[in-house]
């Protein structure tokens, strides 16, 4: 399938992707900024994070969670996400409340200053303290979102810390802090606004211009501190964490390459023959025949600058100890670092890719993300057309080469959650039992 895309600029450097597609009488409007928690400064992190429950605070026309209400009257649906290098905003509405959603999103692009206030910043504080309580200290295993990206990356690295921010930073953001960090990346000229499904081209672009062309472009936003990193981690890098949890978790990531890069996509090949779908390795042989893990996957964080991260994540099943698990997750990756791939298996993890990638695509909201995704960190939504063709292209020879190459104990960060001692002390006893039972 060949996704339909006419891209235009705005004098203000409003990046502007539109792909017209008449299937379903609704209409995606997908906003990407180019800012995440890696451009934040040491003692001002979370901003990125901050900012998405911001954004949905008032702006200049529209009052405090008034976007919400607004589009969901029309009969749409609307979120935002933050990542470490990009922050989204998205609605998905019926075909003539088009007009609606961008207007929306201009007025908070271009009038979110006037209406910030001390209250709603210390409102929103309190909102995303509480749902870092809620999501990553109170959570099982809720910190593994910080801890492998500062486990995988060094301090001084962009990627490096918690993409919530801390508590102590949050406290003390100020209005100051938080309307500059709007003026800076917050700008026409650092985003990328894609519109797909059910419109017509013309009438788009009109109303584009109409609601988007006065907005003054930035002043340019400061350059990332340096991204480079080796190409492994030359070294095996282990954290052990007690947490209130029943059974013990893997996390095993390996430095891999940069997404958008030929090796990229040997990579995420690699990753779902591991850990997708039931006819994996790990499905097959830690989940199914062994019984070791309850859950298993493996998959790449596709990171676009620098270096990406290629991630098997293994729940063990009870009575399993955390130092079997690990155990038994490296004995899998040293068979195939050992015997390698076959080519069945690498077709049958392209289909699954491509079966993923074109269900995507049929859908309005999720094919807009991708085109502004491609727009933003390669500036060219065409990509999105080139994806199949890249996956076919990977070969079971450059599988095997790339897992000799990254999957050794050179380049191994391990992040495995225990149970505290007294849980622990319940899954020893009971693997004993079940090791004596066996022995019977």
């Given at each position: 399938m060949r996704v339909p895309i006419v891209t235009f600029r705005l004098a203000n450097g409003l990046f502007v992707t539109l792909s017209e597609d008449h299937t379903a009488p609704i209409v995606a409007v997908n906003l990407w900024y180019h800012v995440g928690s890696a451009n934040e400064r040491a003692g001002r992190t979370g901003f990125a994070h901050l900012f998405e429950h911001m954004l949905f605070q008032g702006s200049a026309h529209v009052g405090a969670n008034e976007h919400f209400e607004i589009v969901q009257r029309a009969g749409g649906t609307l979120n935002g996400s933050t990542w470490l290098d990009r922050t989204n905003y998205f609605e998905t509405v019926p075909s003539n409340q088009l007009a609606v959603a961008l207007w929306l999103e201009a007025d908070r692009m271009g009038q979110l200053l006037p209406a910030m206030t001390q209250q709603k910043l210390d409102t929103q504080r309190d909102v995303v303290k509480n749902e870092r309580r809620w999501s990553v200290d109170n959570?099982?295993?809720?910190?593994?979102?910080?801890?492998?990206?500062?486990?995988?990356?060094?301090?001084?690295?962009?990627?490096?810390?918690?993409?919530?921010?801390?508590?102590?930073?949050?406290?003390?953001?100020?209005?100051?802090?938080?309307?500059?960090?709007?003026?800076?990346?917050?700008?026409?000229?650092?985003?990328?606004?894609?519109?797909?499904?059910?419109?017509?081209?013309?009438?788009?672009?009109?109303?584009?211009?109409?609601?988007?062309?006065?907005?003054p472009r930035g002043g340019g936003k400061p350059p990332l501190r340096p991204m480079e990193v080796p190409a492994r981690f030359g070294e095996w890098r282990r954290e052990v964490v007690e947490d209130v949890v029943m059974l013990p978790r893997l996390f095993l990531a390996f430095r891999a390459p940069v997404f958008g890069s030929d090796a990229h996509y040997v990579a995420t090949v690699l990753a779902a023959i591991l850990g997708t779908g039931k006819g994996s390795r790990f499905q097959h042989s830690l989940v199914r025949d062994r019984e070791i893990a309850s859950e298993a996957s493996a998959f790449t964080f596709d990171l676009a600058k620098a270096a990406d991260i290629l991630i098997a994540d293994v729940t063990a099943r009870p009575g399993i100890s955390a130092t079997r698990l690990e155990a038994e997750v490296v004995r899998e990756i040293d068979l195939l670092r050992t015997n390698g791939v076959t080519a069945e298996e690498v077709e049958r993890a392209v289909a699954l890719l491509e079966t993923a990638l074109v269900s995507a695509l049929q859908s309005a909201g999720d094919r807009a993300d991708k085109l502004s995704m491609f727009a933003t960190y390669f500036g060219d939504p065409e990509l999105v057309n080139e994806q199949t063709a890249r996956y076919q292209r990977v070969t079971a020879a450059q599988v095997n080469a790339l897992a000799r190459d990254l999957l050794g104990e050179d380049n191994r960060a391990t992040l495995l959650y225990v149970p505290a001692e007294s849980q622990a002390e319940t899954s020893a006893d009971a693997e004993i039992g079940e090791t004596a039972g066996a022995g019977r």
């Amino acid at each position: 399938m060949r996704v339909p895309i006419v891209t235009f600029r705005l004098a203000n450097g409003l990046f502007v992707t539109l792909s017209e597609d008449h299937t379903a009488p609704i209409v995606a409007v997908n906003l990407w900024y180019h800012v995440g928690s890696a451009n934040e400064r040491a003692g001002r992190t979370g901003f990125a994070h901050l900012f998405e429950h911001m954004l949905f605070q008032g702006s200049a026309h529209v009052g405090a969670n008034e976007h919400f209400e607004i589009v969901q009257r029309a009969g749409g649906t609307l979120n935002g996400s933050t990542w470490l290098d990009r922050t989204n905003y998205f609605e998905t509405v019926p075909s003539n409340q088009l007009a609606v959603a961008l207007w929306l999103e201009a007025d908070r692009m271009g009038q979110l200053l006037p209406a910030m206030t001390q209250q709603k910043l210390d409102t929103q504080r309190d909102v995303v303290k509480n749902e870092r309580r809620w999501s990553v200290d109170n959570q099982p295993y809720g910190t593994w979102w910080e801890r492998l990206p500062a486990l995988s990356f060094p301090p001084e690295h962009p990627f490096h810390h918690s993409l919530i921010g801390s508590m102590e930073d949050l406290s003390e953001a100020s209005l100051e802090d938080v309307a500059q960090f709007f003026a800076t990346y917050y700008t026409p000229d650092n985003a990328v606004l894609s519109i797909a499904g059910d419109f017509d081209p013309a009438e788009a672009r009109g109303m584009v211009e109409r609601y988007f062309g006065g907005i003054p472009r930035g002043g340019g936003k400061p350059p990332l501190r340096p991204m480079e990193v080796p190409a492994r981690f030359g070294e095996w890098r282990r954290e052990v964490v007690e947490d209130v949890v029943m059974l013990p978790r893997l996390f095993l990531a390996f430095r891999a390459p940069v997404f958008g890069s030929d090796a990229h996509y040997v990579a995420t090949v690699l990753a779902a023959i591991l850990g997708t779908g039931k006819g994996s390795r790990f499905q097959h042989s830690l989940v199914r025949d062994r019984e070791i893990a309850s859950e298993a996957s493996a998959f790449t964080f596709d990171l676009a600058k620098a270096a990406d991260i290629l991630i098997a994540d293994v729940t063990a099943r009870p009575g399993i100890s955390a130092t079997r698990l690990e155990a038994e997750v490296v004995r899998e990756i040293d068979l195939l670092r050992t015997n390698g791939v076959t080519a069945e298996e690498v077709e049958r993890a392209v289909a699954l890719l491509e079966t993923a990638l074109v269900s995507a695509l049929q859908s309005a909201g999720d094919r807009a993300d991708k085109l502004s995704m491609f727009a933003t960190y390669f500036g060219d939504p065409e990509l999105v057309n080139e994806q199949t063709a890249r996956y076919q292209r990977v070969t079971a020879a450059q599988v095997n080469a790339l897992a000799r190459d990254l999957l050794g104990e050179d380049n191994r960060a391990t992040l495995l959650y225990v149970p505290a001692e007294s849980q622990a002390e319940t899954s020893a006893d009971a693997e004993i039992g079940e090791t004596a039972g066996a022995g019977r």
